[in-house]
């Protein structure tokens, strides 16, 4: 989600639904991005609007 491309995003342990967005790519150096919890919801809208079910830190 933090790439920042307008999408919908569900995850569930193994399981995990996307409509729009995309998976980051490894090249030219490896996606540096955590999903920081098994299972939830996010949306992320056009001008860098992000809103996801996680309500931790993103910094750990």
Request: some cysteine.
């Amino acid at each position: 989600m933090d790439l920042v491309i307008p999408g919908f995003y569900f995850w569930c342990l193994y399981f995990t639904i996307r409509i729009g967005g995309t998976i980051p790519d490894d090249n030219p150096y490896k996606y540096p991005g955590k999903i920081h919890s098994s299972t939830g919801i996010g949306v992320v809208l056009p001008g860098y609007q992000i809103f996801t079910s996680y309500q931790g830190s993103y910094d750990a």
